[in-house]
């Protein structure tokens, strides 16, 4: 079932090829993930064509709930994507975009601001870049919603800097090599007399929601006479790193991959080229 009011709501009118539709889409799917946008195309017939879903590489569930073939009213304030309109950048987002390759249907909608990106001949490119302008650089600028935390801050820090080393893709998805994550973590328990040691790594994809999900359990054993005294679980997941012992919660670092910037307490950060340091702990930061 398709969301009736979905934000945003993106028309597309009889495309040029199915590429160009699943271009659109594809971008959709991967800058705003799989919901909360509605898109219609209209032209590629009654359903979503089959060629639309394997050049959009776009799961058949994600078109199904958010993909329209039928044209509905479009709901105030609506734009039109045209290369020689506004700068998109100038005006706050609409509620519907208008994607028109014939002209028809946008020329009977007088009251719609026509808008542009960077005025490129390709009026599907054209399309992305006033989408990314609205919506996907929206969306990667969202504040987190959840707060870094670090039971020791000198710890946290050194755990943040190793975070971003320990970077990694699987097939497109982002994860944390659980090496450098384990032998981080077991040299800052180490100064609580604590060894952990890898037991297991778990990693699950969503291939629907476009997320993965990376867990390491550690046994922790006492560095004096090797008895197991507990466990560590390392869980890492949409950009969050998560480390509980028997004491809870010990570290919350928030990893911006795409900045290649981690924070492990709040206003407390460092980026993989510089580094941003509060409350006197430069000197560590920089010798961590």
């Known amino acids: 079932m398709v969301e009736q009011h979905a934000n945003p709501h993106i028309v597309v009118i009889t495309p040029p090829s199915v590429f160009d539709a699943a271009v659109i889409l594809r971008t959709l799917y991967v800058g705003l993930g799989y919901k909360g946008w509605r898109l219609a195309i209209i032209g590629l017939g ?15 569930e994600v078109i199904k709930n958010n993909v329209l073939t039928e044209l509905r009213e479009p709901e105030n304030p609506v734009y039109i994507v045209d290369p020689r309109g506004k700068p998109a950048k100038l005006l706050k987002p609409p509620s519907s975009l208008i994607i028109d390759y014939s002209g028809t249907f946008s020329s009977r909608l007088s009251s719609a601001l026509r808008v542009r990106s960077l005025g490129l001949n390709s009026l599907t490119y054209e399309a992305i870049g006033v989408i990314y302008e609205y919506w996907i650089r929206a969306s990667m600028n969202k504040a987190p919603t959840i707060q870094p935390y670090s039971r020791d801050l000198r710890s946290g820090v050194y755990l943040a800097k190793k975070c971003l080393e320990a970077v990694t893709t699987l097939d497109n998805y982002t994860l944390l090599e659980p090496s450098v994550l384990i032998y981080t973590l077991r040299k800052i328990y180490l100064e609580k007399r604590v060894i952990i040691d890898p037991a297991s790594t778990s990693i699950r994809i969503n291939h629907v929601e476009g997320a993965l999900r990376e867990e390491i359990e550690a046994p922790m054993y006492s560095a004096r006479r090797y008895e197991r005294v507990g466990a560590v679980r390392i869980i890492y997941s949409n950009g969050v790193l998560e480390v509980f012992d028997n004491n809870g919660l010990a570290y919350r670092v928030l990893v911006d991959v795409a900045r290649m910037r981690a924070c492990s307490a709040p206003g407390l950060c460092v980026s993989k080229n510089e580094t941003e340091a509060i409350h006197g702990l430069e000197d560590f930061i920089n010798k961590a």
């Open 46 to 60: 009654r359903k979503p064509p089959l060629r639309l879903i394997t050049e959009s590489r776009t799961p058949l």
